[in-house]
């Protein structure tokens, strides 16, 4: 069992000496026991990349000090990354064509990050975020959520249910519309197109029945009366 000579740095501090294993009481034994089971479940966890990083350590205490210093890196680090994570927060708006489920990833993405960094948001704070960060076509569905729910006990992924609940109805009343409008615009097409239509058959019809009536008029005049001149003829047919 290694000692702690963590305090035996300065004059007067207690010197800790390593025991020899026969000088083990049961207390002991116990300690050493379960630090070989913390060490085996840390070993198990890491892959060979981050094992190399902490063979070194003797104890699971040590592993797991030199992991923190690995992953989170020292006070000045997270501070950094705070900052960064922060500025993502308040900056972060639905972007155009981005549908509700990609913003909700995004979204929660940034509050677990901040989360591990020791930034927590309450319900409201999220829930007021959320919906500022939506487009204005949102509006309508914002205002009333904000007057029917208590935003203090609406979790985020409650409130995100809801935002896709609406998203879907709008696009299902979106596809409705959609389909329905080529049918009336063609409708409306053979309502203007008809009139028109049967107007140009009818006159077409009256034309070729005046020629006709035209024409079988003179043959009837040439036909009983004989002193009906090609001249005369050729007035009328002027006329």
Not at 54 to 78: P, R, S, V
Request: glycine share 2%; charged share 35%; with cysteine.
């Amino acid at each position: 069992m290694k000692a702690n000579t963590a305090f035996a740095v300065s004059d007067g501090a207690p010197e800790f000496v390593e025991k020899k294993r026969h000088d083990y009481t049961n207390e002991d034994k116990k300690k050493v026991n379960l630090d070989n089971v913390a060490r085996d479940i840390l070993y198990k966890t890491l892959d060979k990349n981050m094992f190399s990083k902490i063979k070194t350590c003797t104890t699971a205490k040590e592993i797991w000090e030199k992991l923190i210093q690995i992953c989170e890196g020292n006070d000045e680090t997270k501070e950094n990354k705070l900052t960064v994570s922060q500025q993502k927060y308040e900056s972060i708006k639905m972007k155009d064509g981005e549908t509700m489920t990609e913003f909700d990833e995004r979204f929660s993405a940034v509050v677990i990050e901040l989360t591990s960094l020791g930034k927590e948001y309450s319900n409201r704070e999220l829930a007021l975020k959320v919906m500022r960060a939506l487009p204005r076509e949102w509006d309508v569905k914002t205002v009333a959520m904000r007057e029917s729910k208590d935003l203090n006990k609406l979790e985020l992924q409650d409130l995100f249910a809801n935002l896709k609940a609406y998203e879907f109805e709008l696009e299902t009343r979106s596809e409705a519309l959609s389909t329905s409008q080529p049918t009336k615009d063609l409708a409306a097409t053979s309502e203007q197109c008809s009139p028109s239509t049967s107007k140009s058959t009818e006159q077409l019809s009256n034309d070729a029945m005046s020629l006709f009536v035209k024409k079988f008029g003179k043959f009837l005049r040439r036909s009983y009366n004989p002193s009906f001149s090609y001249n005369n003829a050729n007035k009328s047919e002027d006329l």
